[in-house]
């Protein structure tokens, strides 16, 4: 979800030094690319859009466990899982003074579906209509049973915007404009800086502050000294490891605030059952049991990350760790038995290609880490080969099945646990001699083909009952560990800093800050 793509430039506007006019200044590198809800994609910009915004749904922070924003209770659902009924909250306005009602919710909807935007397919591929069936009642009809789909709902780009302010249409869309009816409205957007001030006339809790300075700066490095040299309030995305080490242990020193919070994404690697060793299951197997992961998290990020046991991350209560149960961490003994009975010697080595973006920095040190775990202690039964390739064309080839093995990234699209197993493991066409030849798991280069996980996922995607869904991701997961189209790599954390003085620093499980919370006193300037 995240990407370093350029933004439109405009008028710029520097936003300063803090002072002592309640405002917060936040510093960052990431630049947004567009704040038209509808076409944003990326962290850089989905984290000012969802600051600006309500949806019909929200995260508190520290939960996945979805509450009414705009709704003002869970949806209704039909018998047969297909129709949506939400209850809408009354007396909120939008910027520019417009009622919001379920027609303006309507239009909201549909222009995040028909504009054409990056994210239109979140709702394109599972909503069949949208209608406001009261003033303040939304009926939503599905093509397909989801259980997961108020969690889409959550999503900042579906948001509420303005009638009177947008249109309707493929690629009408407006990059440095936003109109919602969020606590903040957008005062100043220039090429290094955004300017939010408060919006008088918002219906629920007013911010703590009386308006957020968001200062971008051109590296990790900028950001760092900024933040030292006390020039913002707030450092947010993103600081180097190494950056994040210094400042924490300062912070012991009583110097500034650290805050940390359990991260959504995840990196992982895939190994293509298509090519050889990686069809034999022994071999992905031993791969699985090689990988140590305190070692990884130590040596490439300075244990600023959690080791992850399994595709879906611990933030959600369906979380098994079932690799480590099956495998353990850096567990020698049991690789060498499997590869030993695939038929491999030190000998006849099993010799496997690790392919990575060059843009990543942890993707390639995690590769090396992982290749230097195999050449000094596999005894030269299984030889790594590290292969970084520019990032477009990794994610590009990822897909036509050129690389062995590959790591990556991944950042969810909306809280649930079916967001970290159907974008990885459904697979609409292929068998098991050929694998996966059109759905998810070709996209990701794992090729994986099970037709018994295919009946899980879509069982989960229908099951209301949480506790049955429960059931249904166990043995997802679990089948998973025995299979190995991945290996769960680490959990990302998330890192903010704070001046003394400031207040309220929070972020929500998406990785989003949370602007209106934030105070700061003269003493953190």
């Known amino acids: 979800m995240i990407s370093c793509s350029p933004r439109p430039q405009t008028t710029s506007t520097s936003v300063g030094s803090p002072s002592n006019d309640g405002r917060v200044t936040v510093g960052t590198t990431l630049k947004p690319r567009t704040l038209d809800p509808a076409d944003a994609y990326e962290l850089q910009s989905l984290v000012l859009v969802y600051n600006m915004s309500d949806r019909l749904y929200t995260y508190p922070s520290g939960s996945t466990e ?40 309507e239009f909201s909807i549909q222009r995040f579906m028909q504009n054409g935007g990056k994210p239109s397919f979140l709702l394109k591929d599972v909503v069949d209509s949208v209608k406001a069936t009261g003033d303040s009642e939304l009926t939503i009809k599905l093509k397909k049973q989801f259980a997961a789909f108020p969690a889409l709902l959550a999503f900042p780009g579906v948001c509420a915007v303005s009638p009177k302010a947008y249109e309707l249409g493929a690629g009408k869309f407006q990059p440095n404009n936003f109109i919602g009816t969020g606590p903040y409205k957008l005062a100043k957007y220039g090429t290094d800086s955004v300017r939010f001030d ?41 600081l180097e490891p ?65 080791a992850l046991y399994s595709m879906v991350p611990t933030t959600f209560d369906v979380y098994q760790p079932v690799f480590k149960d099956k495998y353990g961490d850096g567990n020698v003994d049991k690789a060498k038995q499997l590869l030993s009975s695939a038929g491999f010697s030190n000998s006849n080595p099993a010799r496997v290609q690790i392919w990575h973006s060059s843009t990543s920095p942890t993707s390639a040190a995690a590769a090396q880490t992982i290749k230097a775990l195999a050449d000094q202690k596999m005894d030269g039964m299984l030889q790594f080969e590290i292969s970084p390739v520019e990032s477009a064309t990794f994610f590009k080839d990822i897909s036509k099945g050129l690389y062995p093995a590959s790591i990556f990234d991944w950042y969810p699209d909306f809280l649930d646990p079916d967001n970290y197993i159907q974008p990885f493991l459904e697979c609409q066409k292929g068998s098991v001699a050929k694998g996966c030849e059109d759905g998810a798991s070709k996209t990701q280069g794992s090729f994986y083909y099970n037709e018994n996980i295919n009946k899980l996922i879509a069982q989960e995607r229908r099951e209301q009952n949480p506790e049955i869904r429960k059931k249904i991701f166990t043995d997802i997961q679990a089948q998973v ?45």
């Open 66 to 105: 979805i509450q009414p924003q705009l709704a003002t209770a869970l949806p209704k659902v039909s018998q047969d899982g297909l129709t949506y009924t939400i209850p809408l909250r009354q007396g909120v306005v939008f910027h520019d003074g417009t009622p919001f009602n379920a027609k303006a919710m």
């Open 198 to 238: 408060v919006f008088d006339k918002y219906w629920g809790d007013k911010p703590a502050n009386q308006g957020i300075n968001w200062q971008i700066f051109s590296s990790p490095a900028n950001l760092f000294n900024a933040f030292k040299t006390k020039a913002v309030d707030v450092a947010y995305v993103s």
């Open 242 to 306: 190494i950056q994040i080490k210094t400042l924490q242990e300062s912070a012991k020193q009583g110097n500034w605030q650290p805050i940390t919070a359990e991260g959504s994404a995840v990196k992982f690697m895939a190994l293509n059952r298509n090519q050889k060793p990686l069809d034999n299951p022994a071999v992905r197997g031993a791969i699985a049991a090689l990988i140590d992961r305190s070692v990884i998290n130590q040596r490439v990020l300075y244990n600023q990350a959690e």
């Open 481 to 525: 560990a025995t299979d190995v189209p991945y290996v769960p790599l680490w959990q990302s954390k998330d890192y903010v800093f704070a001046q003394n003085g400031v207040n309220g620093v929070q972020l929500d499980p998406s990785q989003f800050l949370i602007y209106k919370t934030i105070s700061a006193t003269p003493t953190g300037k």
